[in-house]
Every structure is written in structure tokens, then in C-alpha cells.
């Protein structure tokens, strides 16, 4: 049985997990103090995911840059494509926050949206 | 001059919600002021997720989180200034504030709520030798100029401090395409908090090298590069240990201190472990009917707490107003409470149980990383309260609730001793 200590991410408390894992099968998840570590652990180790933050360019509004994430986490190994693919995407205001920007970015099938808004 | 029932300075995190919380509990009149061209503070910048988890039991970036509170401070048609620079508060608490539009004004206030906030720690203050270069930024400047301006500060970056700013920061510039060649910490643990260490610094295989500072800055009108060496148990760089990195940019994410200009020019009593006022158990200061809360207070990691503490003081501030708290408060001696073995201090620092709440949070933060460990609360010389933790360390605050029974349970109690103890 192999053992892995992860940390979770999920919140600030960091609670450190202990994931059991019988070959590719998790078998437990121990150290969380809530579902959301359970998930992580689980997550972490077959599929790992993130959500990616970054800004866009806006043009014709009170400021120049609008923040963005992805509306749901995506794999790991996704991340560089998904903050490549938003280099040259400029938008125009107003944006309001949960605006979608780009949708399915990097063929992953999940939007970036807006986390600000920006007024005319 | 016009009056308010309670003017708050500082429109970020904590002053939002002090503001909110002193509406609901039924002051009309309240004002805010804020220097900056927009509400919500240092949260505009933040633009990471990971805030809310405990406030909305949800995962919300810094910039959504911050819009929460701004649209309730809306929707409660509470006023607010932009542009507004307070540069005095008066011990009668008379407000002076300037901006564009008003010019210089005065407001007289019957309560003042603190939410200044804080501000990074600077070069100068670090005795870095070398020249001046361009190319050394804070790790909240360097924020600042990528996600709210649009631009990148480097290419090749050395972080000093494992701050969580610094940490994010990591990340970032490596998200934009900057190469993030180190991080260095003096201490021999790291200053932010773990989940940073691993979605930041791990998650993109940048090194983070403990006990190692900066010994030399190469560079005369740009940053070339930095020399770090490994530091011995007295904080002394070791001869020898000393490696050279190339780099365009170096950041600085070296601790936070509490903005208090305008509290000390008041005559607020600092406490000076937290570099913020020392406050009783409704977060007011020395003087009656100013309150603290936020960042001006004590440093925190985490905003969803700042909120919490801030919504205290706004519900203390509308009592104090309405005269409700004043009241029944008997004359009695204050609560002292004492942090002592590993523990660096506590907020508040007095408890008189008359105005306590039903319940009460004490916040601290320990002084160095304990394992397998417990924190103890002493009633004078009864343990009241033994909770075991695998882990305690300086960069993550620590919390302990009090409740009004329990301390009246005990009449003659003069002094609550907050320790870490190994059993």
C-alpha cells in the first residue's frame, strides 16, 4: 500500500492529508477536516486540478486590466495553454463580474469569466 | 464641520464590513473614507482565489470577495468618500480629511473605526548591502503593477521572504512568463502559509531555500543579480555558503506592518509586538469609542477573518453610539490576558466580561514552529483549556474562543494566560 502526505489547498487551514492508495485505487483519505479535503486528496493524486487566475486587457473603461478565472478548476497540466491562450485577448467595457471571456479555453470545456467588474 | 454617528477610516476589507455590520445594527449615520479611487482595498489586487471559503462557503477570487461586501455597503445606501485622505483624528475624534473636490473638511465623530490596513515592510528597512538598481520592487508593488496595471516588472526574478505575497507572486510572474529562480527565507521556516507553498512554489518546481538571505545586490542602474548565502541559528550569513543568481528583478516579501500614523497621532496606546493598538475585548482602544480592526490591528493571512473581526467592531461601535454598551457596564476590574511560552501576543488584550459579547474570539500568533504540541488557557493558575496541534507556526494566526459563561463562572479572575506547552 503505497502512503501519500499531501497538504491540502483547498482553504488556508492547510490540513495535512494522508492519502492511502492500493495501485492506481484510493483506498483513504485521513488529516482533512472537511469534505472539501476528502476531494482534494482523492483529486490530487489520479487527476490534480487548479484554478487559473490572471488578467485581460480592457479597453474604454475605468481601468486597464480585468481580472479573470476559470469558472471551474482544470488539469494541472493545462494551466500554461490556458494562461497563453488569454495573451492577446482584449475586451471591451463594461465587463461585470461573471462575464464569460474566453469559453472553453484550451479545450478543456470550462469559460474563462470575469472577476471584476469594469465600467464604462 | 458635519457630524457622524461613526466615521471609518480605510474602505478595503475591514472597513467594509465594519461598516456593514454598524448599519445592521441600526446606525443610520456612517461615513467612509477611503484614499484610494475605488472600495475594497488591497483585495482589487488580489486576484488569486482562495477567499470566502468560511464567510460565503465559497471559493472566491480577491476582487469578487471584496464585491460582496461593496455591493451590501450599496444596497445599505452607506456613504463613502474616494480620493479622501484623512491626515488627523483629534482625541475629541474631529476628522481631518482632504480631497479634490471638498478640499481640506472636518468631521466630528461620536465613534472612529480604525481600518487603515497595513503596508510591506521596505528595502530599507532589511540592510541589504549593494547599490540601489533598478529593478527591486515589493512583492505588492510587483502585484500591483502586473494584475491591475498591465505590466511585467522582469524577467528573471529572486524573491526574498516566503511571504504569502511573495509566495503568489511566484506563481504569477511565472504564469506571465518570468523565470522565478529562488525563493529565500531567513528564517528556517517559511513565513507564508502552506498551501502556498504548495500551489505556488511547488506546483511550478521553484526552489525555496530556508535560513539563506541576501548578501549582495550586483547592478548599478538595473538589478544583474543577487548573491545569497545560508545564514547560521543568530541570523549571520555563513562565509562560504555564498551563490550568485542572475536576475533582472528582485521582490521583497518580508512582513507587513500595521498603518497606524493616524492612531499614534491620536495618542492610541500600540502594542509592540503587533505594531497595532492594544484593544479591549469590543476592539476598542485606549481612548472610548475608537475602535481597531483589520490589518491596522494585527496582520492577518486571511480576509475571511478580517471581516469577522471587523463586523465585531462595527456592532461594537453602533453599542458604544447608542449608549446600550456603556450602560450596564459595571465598573469592574479589566480581564488581563497574558500570552506568554511561544505565545507572541493576543487580540484583544483585556476582557471586561460586562460588554463581552456572548462569545468571544482571541486571535495570537506563536513565535516559532512547534510540534505535537498543545495550546493551553489559564484561568489565573486553573487550566481551563488544553487543545492538542500537530502543528503551530508563526506564519499561520491561531484562535481560542472564550464564551461570557465560562468567565463568569469564574468572578474573581484577573488574568488569562494564553501558553503552548509540549503536554
Redesign the interface.
Known sequence: MEVRN???????M?C?LTVEMDGDEVVNVSGNTCKRGDTYGRKEVTNPT??????V?VTGGE???V?V?TKQDIP?GK??EC?KALKDVEVQAPVH?GDVIVSDVAGTGVDIIA???VLK | MRNYDIVIVGGGPAGLAAAVSARQSGIESIIILERDKELGGIL?QC????FG??TFKE??????YA?RFIAQVRELKIEYKLNTMVLDIGQDKTVTAMNREDGMFEIQAKAVILAMGCRERPRGALNIPGYRPAGIYSAGTAQRL?????YMPGREVVILGSGDIGLIMARRMT??GAKVKVVAELMPYSGG???N???CLD?YGIPLKLSHTVVDITGKERVEGVTLAQVDEKNKPIPGTEEFYSCDTLLLSVGLIPENEISRGMGVTINPVTSGPKVNESLETNLEGVFACGNVLHVH??VDFVSEEASAAGRNAAAYVKGTSVADAAPEAEICLNPTAGVRYTVPSTIRRARMEDNLTVRFRVGGVYKNCFVSVYFDDERVIHRKR??LAPG?MEEVKLTKEQLLQYPKLEQITFKIEEE
Open positions: 499531501l497538504i491540502c489547498i483547498n482553504c488556508p492547510g495535512p487548479r484554478i487559473v487566475t490572471s488578467t486587457k481601468a486597464d486590466m481580472s478565472k494541472k494551466i500554461f494562461v463580474i472577476t471584476r467588474n | 482589487n486576484i488569486h482565489n482562495g471559503l468560511h471559493e472566491l477570487t480577491g476582487p469578487e464585491d502586473v494584475n491591475m496595471e498591465g504564469l506571465e502559509l502552506k498551501r507553498i504548495v500551489q506546483d493571512d486571511l500537530q502543528v499561520e
